[in-house]
Every structure is written in structure tokens, then in C-alpha cells.
């Protein structure tokens, strides 16, 4: 395998990793899985934060993936929310749960699909983020599961994220059987280039 490009010894530490979407179906689990299992096998202490009620998440932690828990004692260096796929987001009544959230995170990720529909649901949670996130944190639209052939998938990624008022990440995810895999297979089958592109997506989070 080769060697990942991020390392805990090289890169200042964002405590606190939100992947978010008020819109079910966007692959929040599935992105968070990736994220922090690279992060984990790049040497990082890697807490996993499972808000969501379905807990798939925290299933595939214990379970699938059989990651080692963090030794007692040991502080994490990245902590992974995954969040549920119902929030209140709305600007009258915002989830008290989900405000503290993005208050207390370091970098917010909001997963969308590479769609119209898509991005115009993810207004509302992009609002919210923009409203309640501290001065030192970072938000960005993740673009998952693209099918880059098509005239959806080969929209201008710049353009929409102006459209939703921040930046989109380089390394959007591929509608890749690898990545789905995962979820009942583990982190080892995602290999080569699957692999690689995971590891410079966790590193442009924390940048």
C-alpha cells in the first residue's frame, strides 16, 4: 500500500469533524466511515461521535470495521460526528443539539449529492452552519457518489458551491462500488486509487 500522505506529526489538529446534511440519503455514514478510518490508519487517535438513532455509524465501528477503541486515558486528535438524517435546521428553531455542534466543530462537512435537487435542499443546513459556526472553524460541501459521464455529474463544481455560499472540496467521492463496499466489507477494501483518493480528501478537510 502506499504510504498516506497525511500524518498526525505534520498537520495542525482540528479537534472536531461534523459530516452533516439535514437530507437523508447523501451517504453521511458512509463518508464518515471513510474519513475516519483513513484518518486512523494514517496514525491518528480517532474518536467516532454516532448521533444519528439508526446508529450505523458506531455498528460499523464495533463490528465491521473492528477499529481499536481509544486506550483509557488517551485524548483523540480528531473526533468524527456523524449526524442524523432528520434535523431541525430551520432559522426560527434550529435544534438545540445540532447548534452546539457546529458551535464546538473545527471543520463542518456538508455531504450533497452532485444535483440540483440535492444542493437546493442542502440550503437551509448550509444557513444554519454559516450562522452558529465559530469564527475559527471551516465549512465546505462534500460532493458524493458523482457520476462524472453524465451531464449531472459533469456539472461545474466551483459554480454551484457559489451558488451555495462555500467553497467545495477538490476531492469529491465517486459513485465507486468500492466506497459502498465498505459498509459490510471494512475499510481493507478500499485499495489503490479508492484508497489514495480518501486520503487527500481527509487531508483537505484538515487543512
Not at 452533516?20 to 458512509?30: E, I, L, R
Not at 458551535?103 to 437551509?124: C, G, M, N, W, Y
Request: net charge neutral; aromatic share 6%; charged share 20%.
Amino acid at each position: 500500500m502506499t504510504e498516506s500522505p497525511v500524518s498526525p506529526h505534520h498537520l495542525p489538529l482540528p479537534r472536531v469533524i461534523a459530516i452533516a446534511n439535514q437530507k437523508g440519503g447523501v451517504g453521511k455514514s458512509t463518508c464518515s466511515i471513510l474519513v475516519g478510518a483513513a484518518l486512523q490508519s494514517a496514525g491518528y487517535q480517532v474518536q467516532f461521535e454516532d448521533m444519528d438513532p439508526q446508529g450505523s455509524l458506531a455498528m460499523w465501528v464495533s463490528h465491521v470495521g473492528k477499529l481499536v477503541p481509544l486506550p483509557e486515558g488517551v485524548a483523540p486528535d480528531v473526533i468524527i460526528c456523524d449526524t442524523p438524517g432528520r434535523i431541525d435546521v430551520s432559522a426560527s428553531s434550529p435544534d438545540p443539539f445540532f447548534r452546539d455542534l457546529i458551535s464546538r466543530s473545527d471543520r463542518l462537512v456538508i455531504v450533497a449529492e452532485k444535483s440540483l435537487f440535492s444542493t437546493q435542499a442542502s440550503i437551509p443546513m448550509v444557513e444554519s452552519v454559516k450562522q452558529f459556526m465559530s469564527p475559527t472553524a471551516r465549512a465546505m460541501i462534500l460532493f458524493n457518489k458523482v457520476r462524472r459521464r453524465t451531464l449531472v455529474g459533469g456539472q461545474n463544481e466551483e459554480e454551484m458551491g457559489r451558488d451555495l455560499g462555500l467553497p467545495v472540496l477538490n476531492n469529491s467521492l465517486p459513485l465507486a462500488a468500492a466506497y459502498e463496499s465498505t459498509q459490510i466489507q471494512g475499510f481493507s477494501v478500499v485499495v489503490s486509487k479508492n484508497r489514495e483518493r480518501i486520503f487527500q480528501l481527509a487531508l483537505e478537510i484538515l487543512r
